[in-house]
T-cell receptor, first 110, second 112 residues
Framework: EDQVTQSPEALRLQEGESSSLNCSYT??????LFWYRQDPGKGPEFLFT???AGEEKEKERLKATLTKKESFLHITAPKPEDSATYLC???????????FGQGTTLQVKP | NAGVTQTPKFQVLKTGQSMTLQCAQD?????MSWYRQDPGMGLRLIHY???????DQGEVPNGYNVSRSTTEDFPLRLLSAAPSQTSVYFC???????????FGPGTRLTVL
């Protein structure tokens, strides 16, 4: 069964304290892995797409990496405005549909 | 561009009532989808469409109907609301299946 698991469920950081969020997956044929950011009361906002192991993408303080079993979202020197829930989703080879993880809620304190 | 719009933002229904959640996009996207988001469950796909006139079921389609008569609109119909359908509903669109999806602001539905 296709599955996406994100850890930790919640993460509290001090401003400037770098860390990583994990997204592990077991799917039959990965076609793409997506990272989204979701603010309270809003819809998810697209961040990155990764297609193959070894691929990396960066945007401001965020960097996403991909291996054959997991993806990491690295947050360097976070600021309070980075506080949000980060969602990982995998597109499987069989159906082409997205399977979402449960998300990691990040809180960055000043 | 307005992007993806959803109406209403909030809705309260009684068990057994029916209603339609509206979704529209102005980006000329072929692919549109409906998700529900529940605490601890993540986003789950209800129905999706790869183009006007074509729809298919997602992971949790029971109790919901969709149609796609135009590229822009993709309404979600609740046939007979049940408390288990209390959730936040998101509509999304993308250029094609497998590309990044753009989400609407959501509709928070409560069924009493």
């Amino acid at each position: 069964e296709d599955q996406v698991t994100q850890s930790p469920e919640a993460l509290r950081l001090q401003e400037g304290e770098s860390s990583s969020l994990n997204c592990s997956y077991t799917v039959s044929g990965l076609r793409g892995l997506f990272w989204y950011r979701q603010d309270p009361g809003k819809g998810p906002e697209f961040l990155f797409t990764l297609y193959s192991a070894g691929e990396e993408k960066e945007k401001e303080r965020l960097k996403a990496t991909l291996t054959k079993k997991e993806s990491f979202l690295h947050i360097t020197a976070p600021k309070p405005e980075d506080s949000a829930t980060y969602l990982c989703a995998v597109q499987t080879g069989n159906t082409g549909k997205l399977i979402f993880g449960q998300g990691t809620t990040l809180q960055v304190k000043p | 561009n307005a992007g993806v719009t959803q109406t209403p933002k909030f809705q309260v229904l009684k068990t057994g009532q029916s209603m339609t959640l509206q979704c529209a996009q102005d980006m000329n996207h072929e692919y549109m989808s409906w998700y529900r988001q529940d605490p601890g469950m993540g986003l789950r796909l209800i129905h999706y469409s790869v183009g006007a006139g074509i729809t298919d079921q997602g992971e949790v389609p029971n109790g919901y109907n969709v149609s796609r008569s135009t590229t822009e609109d993709f309404p979600l119909r609740l046939l007979s609301a049940a408390p288990s359908q209390t959730s936040v509903y998101f509509c999304a669109s993308s250029y094609a299946e497998g590309r990044e999806q753009f989400f609407g602001p959501g509709t928070r539905l409560t069924v009493l």
